[in-house]
């Protein structure tokens, strides 16, 4: 009898640390049970969820769930416990400043003659996951976004560059290097997960390229400013009409000449955020030739311009090229 006593005792002893070790597993992989009676009634719940305060033995899920959601999950379970079918819901409950997720499962459990005596809920969180789906979606439209700017860009280019090409050779020759350009300031801003690039990148990018010594042929003065994506690419390709022109005409035409390009407030000692690019250089572009509304200048003096907002004036001079571009506030993002 004592013997028998003792296997009783050991058995239920096992039985309670079976279940407390269950127990801690579910916590660890961060999944709750709630067992409830045909009426809706909390049974015993084990590692309920933060954002269920109120989950307790005689609760329902209305005294622990927002309304809405209670009422829907309660028209499942009603449908669990009419068909012994189980079924899957997911729910949102308000967390802080935002929601936690959770997929439930929902289960009849059935006594030894096949009769549903209560439902089991099994719930995981799933709010990372619905978070990173969130903002896969968020990419996803912008990628769109911006490809379908991008291709809007590249028609334009190509429709400029064919009207003021003498032949396919030379719309070739200047597309392709169009394209090149805003494919490098396309880099910068992919690899600044599209924040941007800042004017220093863009100059190394479109610029020194065409220099026999950069250092020496480009001289940089004033602030660094960041461009948003939309802007980085105007810039770019202002600044790679620019240097194409300065080395057919202009200064980087042979290794010695320089190419000077300053940042200054459009507004002296205004906080408004507007700046001003000047690129100035020794060029011999002051013929009728440099006057030919070539798209080099349709670029730099309507594209360029209208898709920041600003407004752009190029000059020339006695054996002087100047281009003052405006660029408004709301073409720059902080690094």
């Not at 009676?37 to 307790?56: L, Q």
């Not at 009769?115 to 990372?128: D, K």
């Not at 300053?262 to 100035?280: F, K």
Request: hydrophobic letters at 40%.
């Amino acid at each position: 009898m004592s013997a028998g006593r003792n296997t009783r005792d050991e058995s239920a002893s096992s039985d309670a640390e079976v279940m407390a070790s269950l127990a801690k597993a579910l916590r660890n992989c961060g999944i709750s049970v709630i067992y409830q009676d045909p009426g809706g009634y909390v049974v015993w719940a084990r590692n309920a969820p933060d954002a269920w305060s109120g989950v307790v033995a005689g609760a329902r899920d209305r005294d622990f769930l927002p309304k809405k959601e209670a009422e829907r999950l309660w028209e499942v379970k009603k449908d669990v416990l009419a068909s012994g079918t189980s079924r899957t819901i997911q729910i949102a409950v308000p967390d802080g400043d935002g929601s936690a997720w959770f997929d439930l499962w929902v289960d009849a459990d059935r006594s030894e003659n096949g009769m549903i005596r209560g439902l089991l809920t099994t719930a995981v969180e799933t709010t990372e996951q619905k978070r990173r789906e969130q903002t896969l979606r968020t990419l996803l439209r912008e990628v769109s976004h911006r490809s379908k700017n991008l291709l809007s860009i590249i028609q334009s280019i190509a429709a400029q560059t064919g009207r003021y090409s003498g032949g396919i050779d030379s719309f070739l020759v200047r597309f392709r290097g169009r394209i090149q350009s805003l494919a490098s300031s396309q880099d910068l801003v992919t690899s600044s997960n599209w924040r941007g690039a800042n004017l220093h990148e863009l100059i190394a990018g479109q610029v020194a390229r065409y220099c026999a010594d950069p250092q020496r042929n480009i001289r940089v003065q004033g602030e660094n400013p960041y461009f948003n994506p939309n802007a980085a690419l105007h810039v770019g390709l202002a600044l790679h009409e620019l240097a194409v022109n300065s080395v057919s005409y202009g200064a980087l035409a042979n290794g010695d000449g320089w190419v000077n390009i300053s940042v200054e407030q459009a507004i002296a000692g205004s906080a408004s955020g507007g700046l001003i690019l000047i690129w100035s250089e020794a060029s011999s572009a002051d013929g009728e030739a440099a006057k030919e509304k070539r798209f080099g200048r349709v670029a730099l003096e309507r594209v360029v311009p209208a898709s920041l907002g600003g407004a752009a004036v190029l000059s020339f001079g006695p054996e002087r090229l100047e281009y003052r571009l405006t660029i408004p506030a709301g073409n720059f993002e902080n690094a």
